[in-house]
């Protein structure tokens, strides 16, 4: 992996803040945002993982990526796993570090307008998970990959075209994801070069629910882990309009 992602490396200059603040223990759980089209910075937060704390991660990813040939196991070969809650639970329970990315699908296919929002609508599923397996949750923002492509046509456009009205007519159309049309570095289809930038928070523990997996618990949970991706997300904007100047 080290060679693969050197040149990619060099490009983004990735600069990692927090490291020191995840745990030793086990199972943790990583809760991100997901960044547009969400594979030109996570490869890089695999590898300083496991390059300065030994952490292999195991990544949740959509269920229609493991029905494209050659991808889904490409992606196997990385860690990535069909993201069941047969899946999670049986990750948890053998002490592995599990990545999840609760805007899912949503959060990849951003519209305009939309760099560093989370889109969570009312989903539990990670923190009722993390409070069944008393399991250590690791907050963590993203930022730069957002800014690697301008949006030039979005799903609300494409959902306002023909194709589109009939689509959802029909019933069809997943309106969550809906992959935008992107110019990158000079007009092209490859991302601009900009530098990517990761923070982790300090971690939640489930101690203070133990026992619980209820609904006021997970809400509790979930807020808590979104409040600290938000300001993680603050941070690191701040921190690169320093760099910047």
């Not at 490009?11 to 809760?31: A, C, K, M, Q, Y």
């Not at 053998?94 to 009312?122: C, I, N, T």
Request: with cysteine; aromatic share 10%; hydrophobic share 40%.
């Amino acid at each position: 992996m080290h060679g693969l992602l050197r040149p990619w490396r060099k490009v983004t200059r990735p600069v990692f803040v927090g490291i020191e603040h995840v745990p030793d223990e086990r199972p943790l759980l990583f809760v991100g945002n997901h960044t547009l089209f969400g594979v030109i910075d996570v490869p890089l937060m695999f590898f300083e993982l496991w390059r300065k704390r030994g952490i292999f991660l195991r990544a949740l990813g959509h269920h229609g990526h493991f029905k494209v040939p050659v991808w889904g196991d490409f992606l196997r070969r990385f860690g990535v796993i069909d993201g069941t809650r047969e899946n999670c639970a049986a990750l948890m329970a053998a002490g592995e570090a599990v990545l999840v990315f609760p805007g899912g699908s949503r959060e990849v296919a951003k519209r305009k307008g939309e760099r560093y929002r989370l889109f969570w609508k009312d989903r539990l599923g990670f923190a009722k998970m993390a409070l069944r397996h008393r399991c250590t949750i690791v907050p963590f923002g993203a930022v730069g990959a957002d800014d690697a492509y301008d949006i030039v046509v979005d799903g609300d456009d494409l959902l306002r075209t023909p194709v589109g009205k009939l689509g959802r007519k029909l019933g069809v159309l997943d309106e969550d994801f809906l992959p935008p049309i992107v110019r990158g570095h000079r007009g092209t289809p490859l991302p601009k070069p900009e530098r990517l930038y990761f923070r982790f928070e300090p971690p939640i523990g489930t101690a203070e629910w133990d026992g619980r997996d209820d609904e006021t618990a997970a809400r509790a949970v979930r807020d808590r882990t979104r409040a600290a991706i938000e300001h993680a997300l603050t941070e690191l904007l701040a921190l690169r309009a320093r760099h910047q100047r």
